[in-house]
């Protein structure tokens, strides 16, 4: 038995470490993981999983050549890798990974078993597209009282911010322009209050005057770190690849339909082409993208050459 002992332990270690390591899926592909397959967790997500995407550049047995890596644990405990060919060493070599790691790295995504429909925020039709609006397409509203600033959203409050600093004349207009400018950002166009309207008589699919944005946050709570309401018509997976949207001389932006899409529009590009010589028009070019089917629809916006423009 004194000999028997040691060979039965060594067994169930190595069973052991055995079963550890197949409990583990290793995913290995060519292409970088496309971000509409790995959308942000909507509302109703009950197990959330925030990605923490890493970047190598292991050495490739040509001498001087490296090979650059990008690897994260998606969902299930799965670990997903993709290693590109040999490259040059320098500047910018493992550019295009180190793109899509700021792209994923912190995004909360769903994992629970089947939920596709769980799997991102709702769309809202009031942020969407105007065009079958039956009333009047309006804009925001923001009032400035007694050191409080309220804005409306289709008659309804539904973001306060109260400051001292408010009560300067200065600071108040300083503050609603760069309230003005977030909106504009953030919304991009006129809002149909139909859908809003009828969202606050039935509740559905979330009652706008609590949550106008329907993406489970409270309204009071929905605040950015800026002081501004973190409302959202779309997401935006990265950030860097979409201009500012000039609304001061551009038309509200045309927007795809809500209807067209069970999730909230992802804005995956926005380009602003400013013409040089001032002989046509600037552009500004979105391409919208559908987060669970991968769907685009690419549409352009245009403001006359006269108008300022900086790219």
């Given amino acids: 038995?004194?000999?028997?002992?040691?060979?039965?332990?060594?067994?169930?270690?190595?069973?052991?470490l055995l079963l550890t390591t197949e409990s583990t899926q290793r995913i290995?592909?060519?292409?970088l993981p496309d971000p509409a397959k790995f959308p942000r967790a909507g509302a109703t997500c009950q197990r959330r999983l925030i990605l923490a995407p890493w970047v190598?550049?292991?050495v490739a047995n040509t001498p001087g050549k490296f090979h650059c890596v990008f690897?994260?644990?998606?969902?299930?405990?799965?670990?997903?890798?993709?290693?590109?060919?040999?490259?040059?060493?320098?500047?910018?070599?493992?550019?295009?990974?180190?793109?899509?790691?700021?792209?994923?790295?912190?995004?909360?995504?769903?994992?629970d078993p089947g939920a596709s429909n769980a799997r991102c925020d709702k769309p809202v039709s009031w942020f969407g597209d105007t065009s079958g609006c039956k009333?009047?397409?309006?804009?925001?509203?923001?009032?400035?009282?007694g050191g409080t600033a309220t804005l409306y959203i289709c008659g309804q409050p539904v973001f306060y911010h109260a400051?001292?600093?408010?009560?300067?004349?200065?600071?108040?207009?300083?503050?609603?322009?760069?309230?003005?400018?977030?909106?504009?950002?953030?919304?991009r166009g006129k809002i149909c209050c139909d859908g809003f309207d009828e969202a606050v008589r039935t509740g559905k699919p979330c009652n706008p005057k609590d949550d106008v944005d329907c993406d489970g946050v409270r309204n009071r709570d929905d605040v950015a770190e800026n002081n501004m309401p973190d409302i959202d018509f779309f997401d935006k997976p990265?950030?860097?690849?979409?201009?500012?949207?000039p609304a001061d001389y551009f038309p509200p932006a045309t927007k795809p339909k809500a209807s067209e899409c069970d999730c909230r529009w992802e804005l995956a590009k926005g380009e602003l082409d400013c013409n040089p010589v001032q002989t046509g028009q600037h552009s500004?070019?979105?391409?919208?993208?559908?987060?669970?089917?991968?769907?685009?629809?690419?549409?352009?916006?245009?403001?006359?050459?006269?108008?300022?423009?900086?790219?």
Avoid at 3 to 16: K, M
């Fill in 56 to 58: 190598g550049t292991p």
């Fill in 71 to 111: 690897g994260m644990t998606i969902c299930d405990d799965v670990r997903l890798e993709v290693k590109s060919e040999e490259r040059e060493s320098g500047t910018g070599m493992c550019k295009d990974f180190w793109d899509r790691h700021a792209v994923f790295a912190n995004r909360e995504i769903c994992c």
């Fill in 1 to 16: 038995m004194r000999t028997l002992l040691p060979l039965t332990f060594c067994f169930v270690v190595a069973s052991t």
């Fill in 28 to 31: 290995v592909q060519k292409e």
């Fill in 284 to 311: 500004y070019r979105m391409t919208w993208r559908c987060p669970s089917n991968g769907r685009e629809v690419v549409l352009t916006n245009h403001a006359p050459a006269t108008s300022p423009c900086e790219e």
């Fill in 135 to 145: 009333s009047l397409p309006k804009d925001p509203v923001i009032t400035v009282s």
């Fill in 163 to 187: 400051d001292k600093s408010l009560l300067d004349p200065l600071f108040e207009q300083a503050y609603r322009a760069a309230l003005r400018d977030h909106l504009a950002d953030r919304i």
């Fill in 238 to 245: 990265d950030p860097a690849a979409v201009d500012f949207y």
